[in-house]
């Protein structure tokens, strides 16, 4: 069993695409798979409670199946950090709590575990604490996800810092496309595999041929998986 934690140079930076990406081509291998979204904002109320399109996206590329709660166990509305928006609902997050919540999804012994953060790295998690210190908790090898666009190159190096300063290992990083018109990516893709002291477990290129369920399965095609023990 393989658990990993999905970090962002920044908010839209490509996680959930990459996160349900490594997720379809670990299925495509035969592998067991488990998708989790601990807390997601900017959720949408349906009759069975709030959902969050992107942990959706993880559930749907979970197998064996299960059930919401399980991949998201903290959804709220407002589309703003975790932090306020559970401050908006009445609610204080804990890490003790989130914890606890993935432990038991991880029980599930999956081959291949996929933990989504929100945001960037330093993404609070209440006032005294970020939604890093769940990968601290759990132990977890990161991967970070850049979002290629001018900046990313500092951004990706930040967090590769602060992921290190915080004892945790960067497992590998993946190049996102998310624009079309960044003429210098092939230049910085060279900078980010010079500073980055960890494999490069793809570059995806900017999607938007076919319905945006089948993306996931697109980017796989441009990935290699991590480490499997």
């Known amino acids: ?27 495509r291998h035969g592998l067991t798979t488990l998708g989790l979204k601990p807390v997601a904002s900017g959720c949408h109320l349906h009759a069975e409670g709030y959902r969050n399109d992107d942990a ?24 703003i950090a975790p932090h306020l928006a559970a401050r908006q609902a009445g609610d204080t997050l804990h890490l003790a709590t989130l914890t606890e919540a993935m432990a038991e999804a991880l029980a599930l012994k999956r081959d291949l575990t996929l933990i989504e953060g929100a945001g960037g790295w ?8 970020d939604l890093s210190d769940l990968a601290g ?13 001018l900046g990313c190159i500092n951004h990706a190096r930040l967090t590769a810092e602060a992921i290190r300063a915080q004892g945790l290992r960067l497992a ?10 960044f003429d210098e990516a092939d230049d910085n893709l060279a900078s980010l595999a ?12 900017h999607l938007t041929d076919g ?19």
């Not at 330093?122 to 604490?129: A, K, Q």
């Not at 590998?172 to 018109?181: E, F, H, R």
């Open 211 to 229: 319905p945006n369920d089948t993306l996931p399965e697109q980017a796989g095609r441009h990935l290699k998986l991590p480490d499997l023990p």
């Open 137 to 149: 908790a759990l132990q977890l090898p990161v991967i970070l996800v850049v979002g290629m666009q």
């Open 194 to 205: 010079h500073h980055l002291s960890a494999p490069c477990l793809g570059r995806v290129p």
């Open 122 to 129: 330093r993404v609070p998690l209440n006032d005294n604490g």
């Open 56 to 79: 959706l996206a993880l559930q749907a590329r979970s197998h064996p199946e299960v059930d919401y709660t399980t991949i998201n166990p903290f959804a709220y509305a407002p589309a």
């Open 1 to 27: 069993m393989a658990t990993y934690f999905i970090t962002g140079t920044d908010t839209d930076a490509g996680k959930t695409l990459v996160t349900a990406g490594l997720l379809a081509l670990a299925r």
């Open 172 to 181: 590998g990083w993946v190049a996102n496309s998310i624009t079309t018109d």
